[in-house]
């Protein structure tokens, strides 16, 4: 009996196999009231029948974008503000074109394929799109009556600008034309222009145009930022707005964002300039990315990404650090093997300077000769030297770092040689062992 079943369940299945084909799948179907798709699809691939009709929604949809494109590019003579063809492809390529009641009209299936005929009413989708055009033009006349009522508080107008823009920018192959304060608009083009001019309308300045820095140092300097917008001629404080900072030349540590005050004021920090360079500028602009964060319409995120704001600079005028040495031997000042430690600490990338008072670190090096005694065996005579050294800052006397090195000989035929080899021996082991490292760990940290 089971073998009766399942040669009866078998004939079944063949006889369904070989039904007659559809007309759709030999040729194409076409009418002008639908946008129509005939997909196929191996019957092995999981979830076959959920991805025809996904594929389905693709060719469908395809079919929608091309139509919009060809809209907008009829209506791109006809009205300002229309985007350029390059926006066009954006727009095709991330139109929100939701599909809704897809028909299905007939499937086929064989032993390894399966065959689907879907349909989409283009009556029944214009009409919906046109009340989804609707809905979204009722809202966007709302944001832009906010953009327009902003002053002080422009950073929500912006949001509200770019809301907006995003609730309509899929429809501007449609009719955007509506009233707004008695007046006939494109709502499209009203709210393009005011994105456009917003570069012309936000002000950033800085309190100084200039300042002077020292390299490599660790010195908090701020500098105050003010952001204004002009509406009708009159200059409103932008409170809460988002600057952010950067090098256009030059490196170094900063704070690199902001948030205005109430009075449209901000502080930027400068912690450490890291580059020699000399001058050195930073710009300071709005901060697109704090109105970027959580926009998901590609058209409107490249529209306000291709602004161009003018940035307030300011001029970095940049200095080494400047060294004052301070050098004796046996009490003595000045000696000509003080120019050997002057020039390493030129290498070292310090300005030597012989005013104390202007300079920003202090050096003070004594060497003593200890002794000096002969050696009949050698025939020489010998000398050993102390040294001493110190590290300071000049405005204050403030001592950094101190060492001592010790028991530096020398030798040479006379006594005052052998004095003054010693004087170089320790000079030299001052350049080797000592100030390399102050000047890497202490001021250029």
Not at 4 to 17: G, H
Not at 353 to 367: C, G, M, P, R
């Amino acid at each position: 009996m089971k073998r009766f079943l399942y040669l009866l369940l078998l004939i079944f299945t063949a006889c369904s196999m070989a039904k007659k084909q559809p007309e759709w799948i030999l040729e194409m179907p076409y009418d002008n009231e639908y946008y129509s798709a005939v997909v196929k699809i191996s019957r092995k691939a999981p979830n076959y029948v959920e991805l025809a009709r996904n594929n389905a929604i693709l060719e469908i949809s395809t079919q929608i974008s091309v139509q919009i494109d060809s809209d907008i590019a009829l209506k791109e003579t006809e009205e300002n503000g229309i985007p350029s063809s390059e926006i066009i492809s954006r727009i095709r390529s991330s139109s929100n074109n939701k599909i809704r009641d897809l028909q299905l009209v007939g499937t086929y299936e064989t032993k390894n394929d399966y065959w689907a005929y879907y349909r989409l009413s283009k009556r029944e989708y214009s009409a919906w799109r046109k009340t989804q055009c609707e809905q979204a033009m009722a809202q966007a006349l709302n944001l832009l009556a906010d953009f327009d009522s902003s002053t002080s508080n422009i950073v929500s107008g912006i949001t509200s600008l770019l809301q907006g823009l995003e609730l309509i920018v899929d429809y501007t192959d449609r009719d955007l034309t509506t009233l707004y304060k008695g007046n006939e608009i494109n709502l499209y083009n009203e709210l393009f222009y005011r994105l456009n001019r917003l570069p012309e309308t936000l002000s950033l300045k800085f309190a100084n145009n200039e300042i002077d820095l020292t390299a490599k140092q660790r010195e908090r300097k701020t500098v105050s930022l003010a952001v204004s917008y002009n509406k009708n001629g009159q200059e409103y404080p932008c409170s809460n707005f988002p600057v952010c900072f950067i090098f256009s030349s030059g490196k170094g540590e900063i704070i690199p964002y902001a948030i205005t005050d109430e009075n449209g004021k901000a502080e930027f920090i400068i912690n450490r300039i890291t580059s020699f360079s000399n001058p050195q500028f930073i710009e300071a602009k709005p901060d697109k990315a704090f109105w970027l964060a959580g926009r998901d319409n590609t058209v409107v995120k490249t529209m306000f990404n291709n602004l161009r704001f003018m940035p307030a600079a300011l001029k970095l005028n940049v200095r080494h650090p400047k060294a004052y040495l301070e050098y004796s031997f046996d009490n003595t000042p000045g000696t000509d093997f003080r120019n050997i430690l002057i020039k390493k600490l030129q290498d070292l990338d310090l300005e030597v300077t012989e005013n104390q008072n202007a300079s920003d670190w202090t050096f003070k090096v004594n060497i003593y000769n200890r002794s000096s005694n002969y050696l009949p065996l050698l025939n020489q005579y010998s000398a050993t030297a102390d040294a001493y050294i110190e590290l300071l800052q000049s405005s204050n006397g403030k001592s950094i770092y101190n060492t001592n090195l010790t028991g530096i000989k020398s030798t040479a035929s006379l006594p005052e040689i052998a004095r003054k080899m010693s004087e170089l021996n320790a000079v030299n082991e001052i350049c080797d062992k000592v100030m390399f490292m102050l000047v890497e760990q202490y001021i250029m940290f």
